[in-house]
Every structure is written in structure tokens, then in C-alpha cells.
């Protein structure tokens, strides 16, 4: 999917830059292909401005494999933030031009009150203001079946330096935490992704159709529009990327993490349909697991692995000190086999004096992950346009 400079100028800066960093590598678009296992029309596009890549990974590597230096990965990064929340937010509604309004007439001389005559109420011949009603509601919900993983602070290098790891150091799961302090509406906004999918290719959905009823998989960006119109709830595993950024001047600290499961149910008894036979890739993402399986779900930091550069990723770690402009990039994947689970991510945050949670969810819903596809997966044959049985 396109994005003109019109709707999104950080995406056509980052193409721009991806272009130099091509060009100065001096490699052509054939070799970076074979060397990030993609294609070059996919590069082509990247660079060229079509297409902002759904993950900031794919950024890395070709900026990697052209020999860009730390500084300028991390401007990479702010810059595929900045695009791609400009292309997850709805354009803005023309609106149309108010009419020129006609000069008011003259107001017509009250007459004078006859002699004698009681005067009329002040209010009835006053204008009346316009009244706002700020309404602030306060929802609070008795969770069963949660986990909590607490971090504790210690030393470490620049955040900054670090750009796409949430990660400073790490404290072991504990009893309950007792409830944050009351606080106002938290000094953080949050984007978050519920339909990325493992490698860019594989993930599972359950869908409660018939294999005909059920058209062939989507590419990764158009998932959440596929799943849907499907009413498809993910099967197995979710993957869930969220950028968090201060809305003020002042840094705030995400401190902990938090998984609560709000209902479990016994897994759907839906068809699975796998969106790929088979995939890997050349980058395996650090991130925090988390198995809703468990009576009380704790997310672990997990490393990652870079294939190309055969380099060891750090797992990530908190406290993170999030600001306007280092924002905190948070990747969980949780997983379900004997629960249909709907959960939700919490973060507990500090700052300017006060303390309170952020809650992650799909647009006020909890996210949904079951298990399922016991009696396998149905898989899409290019060939004669269908699915079959794994």
C-alpha cells in the first residue's frame, strides 16, 4: 500500500535514506536480495517509498547489510515510528467551508416599560452561555487469573543507543504487587499490533467457516482487515508490538509489565488455517513470552538472534525511561493451548510524582488467543487455488 508524501512525509524521508544507503554501499538490488533472503521487488519498494515495511526489522537488515552506522539506525527508527503511525492513523475528513454569514440586523430598541409596569426577569433578555460537561468516568475491574512480573532498576548504557530493545535490567516474579497509587490519565500514548505475524509469514488463525468459505491468505499488512471480516480469532499464538511515548516534556518510567487474563474459556473447536506451509527468516525479534496456559501468566524476556550478522540479541529488560522522543518499542508473544483467553498487557509507570498502570488492548477489547487445530491445519495450495489438510 502506497504513501504519498502528502499523507506521509516520514515515509518518503525513510525511503529516501534507505536509497542513499543503498547507493553507498554500492550493492545492487539483487545482491541485498540474496543476501536478506527477500525479493528484490520487495527492496524495490521499501526504497522507492510504496511501502512502509509493517515491522521495523526489515529496515534494520537492509540498512544493515549496507553498512549503516549505529547513529544512523537509530534515525531509521524514529523515522519508520513516525511513519508508521501516520499510516495507522485515519485521514483526516475534508470539511466543508462554513458560509459567509450575513451581518446580524440591527436589534430593534426594547420598548421602555409602561409606568408602573414590574420589569420583566434579567435572564430572560440575557444571552445564554453554552455549558461544557467534562465527564470522567473511572472503570474499575476485579481480574481474575493474572500474572505479574516486576523489574527493579539498575545501571546501564543509553536507551537511545539501544534503538528497538525495551531493555535496561530486570527484577525475578514476586508476590502481588499492592495496587499503584491513584493517578490521572497516564502521561504515555501508546500504538499497538495484535496481527504480526512470526518471521512475516507464519501465523495460524481459527475461523469458524468451512474451507471453501474462507478466501486465500492475505500478505502480513492486510491481515487485521482479512481476520475481521472473518470474525478469525488467532490460534496457538499472538504477537503483539506496541510503541509507547510520553505525551510531556518530562521522561516517564515504564517499570513492570504486567499479563492479565480476564476469561478463559475452553479452546474453539474452529478450523485452523496456517497463512504460510512453511517460512523463516533471517531475524528472530528479542521479546517478552508469556504462556496464558498458566494460572498466573508472567512474561519472561527471551533474546533473539540475527542470522545475518550471526549476532546474539540482548533480551529485553526494564526500567525503561520513555520520552516524546525515545519512545519504548515492546514486543510480547503470548501463547494458549487449553484456553480460549481474552487478556490484556498492563504497564506500570512513574513520573512527575505519581504512579499508575497503562492498559494495552485492541481499541478498548482485550485481545483474543486460543488453542486449537488439534485435528490439523489447512494450509493454501497456489497451485489449484485451495486448501487442504496439513
Known sequence: MGESSRDNRPAEELAARLRALKER??????????????????????????????????????????????????ALHRLWLSANDARSR???????????????????????????AAAPPASRFRRRRPWSLVL???????????????????????????ANQAARDVGSPGDEPA?????????LE????SHVWAEGCGHRYL???????VPPPPVAQDAEEWATQLGAVHGDSTILEATVTATGEE???????????????????????????????ALTPAAFEVDLDA?????????????????????????FAVTAREPLALRVEARAADCDCDWFVELEWSGGGERGTLRLDDGGAPFRTSGGGAEGAWQYQEEWGGWSRG
Not at 190 to 193: D, E, G, K, L, T
Not at 207 to 213: E, G, I, K, N, T
Open 179 to 187: 495496587p499503584p497509587e491513584a493517578a490521572g490519565p497516564a502521561p
Open 190 to 193: 501508546y500504538s499497538v499490533r
Open 25 to 74: 554501499s554500492g550493492l545492487s538490488f539483487g545482491a541485498l536480495a540474496k543476501r536478506l533472503h527477500t525479493s528484490t521487488s520487495t527492496l524495490h519498494r521499501y526504497c522507492s517509498g510504496a511501502v512502509v515495511p509493517a515491522e521495523y526489522a526489515p529496515v534494520e537488515r537492509l540498512a544493515s547489510a549496507c553498512g549503516a552506522r549505529p547513529d544512523e539506525l537509530l
Open 295 to 319: 494460572e498466573r501468566p508472567q512474561p519472561a524476556p527471551r533474546g533473539g538472534y540475527d542470522a545475518m550478522s550471526e549476532r546474539e540479541l540482548a533480551a529485553p529488560h526494564l526500567p
Open 207 to 213: 475461523v469458524d467457516r468451512a474451507p471453501a468459505a
Open 90 to 116: 485515519p485521514p483526516a475528513e475534508p470539511q466543508d467551508p462554513e458560509p459567509a454569514l450575513a451581518p446580524a440586523p440591527e436589534p430593534a430598541p426594547e420598548p421602555a416599560p409602561e409606568p408602573g
Open 136 to 162: 470522567v468516568l473511572l472503570l474499575v475491574a476485579t481480574l481474575g487469573g493474572w500474572g505479574v512480573w516486576n523489574a527493579r532498576p539498575s545501571g546501564g548504557g543509553s536507551a537511545a543507543a539501544q
Open 251 to 281: 521522561p516517564v518510567v515504564v517499570e513492570a509489565i504486567h499479563v492479565r487474563v480476564v476469561e478463559r474459556r475452553p479452546p474453539l473447536a474452529w478450523s485452523a488455517f496456517d497463512m504460510s506451509p512453511g517460512c523463516g527468516g
